[in-house]
């Protein structure tokens, strides 16, 4: 059991690493490797098997963006045909693994994605054992490179590169984002590609989920545990969370050949990805916006409430998502980014302009030339105690002014009768 401190990630961007930040490594004898198979259990109880049957996601591509893929793993050889390094320090085709401890991230999910194993029963398969996959490596912590800057230009260069799903293990920690976000995310919306994004673990601190995985259109991953429910420790709560999918007792491939045990949404993120290729594998004539409708659509509910706000739409289930009748949708249910820059980045700049002057003193106060109003203000101010009196003795006035003038009119009246 080797610990895994927070100081040593990003403040601002984090991985979505296992529960308490801890990751048990377990590397498995070669007379037994075929043990390392059996313990994926959700390739049965998710459906992801049976899914097989119809595909196993070839010709279509998962960026994943992390500490570094592994490509000479023997889970994952012949899996990596392109990559690069945003971080300054990795490899430029990014499949030298980065990030100190976090080095293993990567790895790990990718081989839930799209490993291939070792053999017909050997080693870590992933959900998508016939996808590609495009590594692209990133390094968070003091010193390194602006994070979200490194996000921002991994997820283009995935897009300019050809994928078709982008698999980000990581969050933010925050609801909000950077508007270079808007523009990158916005890209892979505007290219037609699905994004998949982990909810975070609330045994590292994440209580609810942080962006990418707040972002409209992504989709967003918590994670269960091995009877199906909501993680404690492995999983985060937020409205935004689409489904749900294994986060405890996962087993991952490691740089230089091993294994791991782990936990958390990072390995549920890919396992979501991998169902994504399969979908888009099957369904070739699919926009991004009805893949993940098939998703959601097909998820199986785990409370009466759809969506959810700690299991959204339910538990993912491969088998449906590849094989049911779902309608078609003319947009992505979970939203566009595109609209939301339009209505809310709006808002904020015009927010920011009315709020200017209230942090001075009050525009032309008292400055304004030939203003009779203005003029007047201080003589009405001094006046305004005594003007109830005033009003009173003129209405007074008024009334024998009246009186006087009613009794003289018929004085004039009754004299030439008399």
Do not use: C, K
């Not at 080693?123 to 016939?130: D, E, L, Q, S």
């Not at 609330?202 to 707040?214: L, W």
């Not at 888009?280 to 916006?289: G, K, M, S, T």
Request: hydrophobic residues 45%; charged residues 15%.
């Amino acid at each position: 059991m080797h610990s895994r401190p927070a100081r040593l990630l990003a403040r601002l961007t984090v991985l979505a690493v296992a529960g308490a930040g801890a990751l048990a490594l377990a590397p498995a004898p070669d007379a037994r490797a075929d043990s390392i198979r059996d313990l994926q259990y959700w390739l049965d109880e998710y459906g992801i098997r049976e899914a097989w049957q119809i595909t196993r996601g070839a010709g279509v591509t998962i960026a994943v963006i992390d500490s570094g893929v592994d490509a000479a793993h023997p889970d994952l050889a012949g899996a990596v045909i392109g990559g690069t390094d945003v971080s300054g320090r990795g490899a430029d085709d990014g499949t030298r693994p980065v990030s100190g401890t976090g080095s293993t991230h990567g790895t790990m999910v990718a081989s839930l994605a799209a490993g291939r194993g070792s053999g017909p029963t050997n080693g870590v398969i992933g959900a998508a054992p016939a996808a590609s996959l495009l590594s692209i490596s990133l390094a968070f912590g003091a010193g390194e490179r602006s994070a979200d800057a490194q996000v921002a230009d991994a997820v283009r260069w995935a897009v300019d590169n050809g994928a078709d799903i982008i698999s980000l293990s990581l969050t933010r920690n925050t609801l909000g984002w950077p508007e270079s976000w808007d523009d990158a995310f916005g890209y892979a919306e505007e290219n037609d590609v699905v994004v998949v994004a982990a909810a975070g673990n609330r045994g590292s601190g994440t209580e609810s989920v942080g962006a990418p995985a707040t972002m409209p259109g992504v989709l967003a991953v918590g994670g269960v545990d091995r009877s199906g429910v909501a993680s404690d420790n492995a999983s985060s709560q937020g409205i935004t969370i689409g489904v749900m999918a294994p986060s405890e007792q996962l087993v991952g491939a490691v740089p230089g050949g091993g294994h791991a045990l782990w936990q958390g949404t990072s390995g549920a993120t890919p396992i979501v990805a991998g169902i994504a290729a399969l979908v888009r594998a099957a369904h070739p004539e699919l926009d991004a916006a009805n893949v993940i409708e098939r998703i959601l659509r097909t998820a199986r509910p785990a409370t009466p409430t759809v969506p959810d706000p700690l299991y959204g739409y339910g538990l993912i289930d491969a088998r449906a998502a590849v094989g049911a009748s779902v309608a078609p949708v003319a947009s992505n249910p979970l939203g566009s980014l595109a609209e939301w820059v339009v209505v809310h980045r709006r808002a904020e700049a015009d927010t920011v302009a009315a709020d200017l002057p209230a942090a001075r003193e009050p525009i032309a106060r008292g400055s304004v030339a030939n203003d009779p109003v203005a003029d007047a203000r201080p003589a009405i101010a001094a006046a305004a105690p005594v003007l109830p009196i005033v009003g009173l003795l003129l209405g007074l006035v008024l009334v024998v002014v009246g009186a006087v003038t009613a009794g003289a009119v018929q004085f004039a009246r009754r004299t030439p009768s008399e």
